[in-house]
């Protein structure tokens, strides 16, 4: 498929939800997230995104803790990919991102779920249930910044479908 065709297949619409461990509080990081967003749906009108918080298990520790957050995250997510981000997953391009975004889009997949887990990352529940495992890199970053990284990573996905400038190639 050619750049500049994501907007102009008007039929289809994918919703994306970032869906995350802990509360998005209010903050720099919160509002570079809305940022992205806002961009990313303006850009590409195919495109609904929303952002969904499940409470973090404070009062567990490590793989106990993992486990309910896990499953409130698989509890809470709808029908259709879900791609859990974790630091030993896969890690994809600006370009390879937007391709796969297309891919999805192309497949009319309604719903895109991106889980970010807590501090103890995802159980191995949610990596199962996952379709892919994107890592945003090896260091560690925290939550909020994570979020905002991924919807920027949105937004240039959808600019780079349109055939936007992009300044890698």
């Not at 974790?86 to 975004?101: K, N």
Request: proline content about 4%; aromatic content about 6%.
């Amino acid at each position: 498929m050619a750049d500049g065709e994501f907007r102009e297949r008007g039929a289809r619409r994918l919703n994306i939800l970032v869906l995350a461990v802990g509360k998005a509080t209010k903050g720099p990081e919160r509002e570079l997230c809305a940022r992205y967003a806002e961009r990313a749906v303006k850009a590409g009108r195919q495109l609904g995104i929303a952002a969904v918080s499940v409470r973090e298990c404070a009062d567990a520790q490590g793989p106990t803790r993992a486990a309910l957050e896990g499953r409130a995250l698989l509890a809470a997510r709808p029908p259709g990919v879900l791609v859990a981000l974790d630091e030993t997953g896969e890690e994809w391009t600006s370009r390879a991102f937007a391709d796969r975004l297309q891919g999805w889009l192309d497949r009319g997949e309604p719903n895109l779920v991106f889980a970010i887990g807590g501090a103890d990352g995802h159980d191995g529940a949610v990596k199962e249930a996952a379709r892919a495992t994107f890592s945003l890199g090896r260091i560690t970053l925290p939550h909020l910044l994570a979020r905002a990284i991924l919807l920027e990573q949105i937004y240039r996905a959808v600019t780079i479908r349109l055939g936007h400038p992009y300044h890698r190639e």
